[in-house]
Nanobody
Framework: QAQLVESGGGSVQAGGSLRLSCAGSGILFKISDMGWYRQAPGKQRELVATISSRSITNYADSVKGRFTISRDNAANTVYLQMNSLRPEDTAVYYC???????WGQGTQVTVSS
């Protein structure tokens, strides 16, 4: 079965940067719209950004201008470049295949003030 594996999380100070990666598999990856979501403690999971199979992107207002989603179909990987990080960005970040509904296991991002 196609899997999604996130990596790149960690702990940074406010104003820092991180790049998350989501490695996919399976023949559907290249034609799938993909999304990054996050879930902070005690809060519901929320959409961060999406990228279509043709690389059309969409962002939550809270991350516009700071985060960039991209994909490399040759490598079956979706990225989330996160700049100017804030403490409120602290969450577990999940990758999602919007075509299949499959989720990755998540990667923790912690931003300290």
């Amino acid at each position: 079965q196609a899997q999604l594996v996130e990596s790149g999380g960690g702990s940074v100070q406010a104003g820092g940067s991180l790049r998350l990666s989501c490695a996919g598999s399976g023949i559907l990856f290249k034609i799938s719209d993909m999304g990054w979501y996050r879930q902070a403690p005690g809060k519901q999971r929320e959409l961060v950004a999406t990228i279509s199979s043709r690389s059309i992107t969409n962002y939550a207002d809270s991350v516009k201008g700071r985060f960039t989603i991209s994909r490399d179909n040759a490598a079956n990987t979706v990225y989330l470049q996160m700049n100017s990080l804030r403490p409120e960005d602290t969450a577990v970040y999940y990758c999602n295949n919007l075509r299949t509904g499959r989720w990755g296991q998540g990667t923790q991002v912690t931003v300290s003030s």
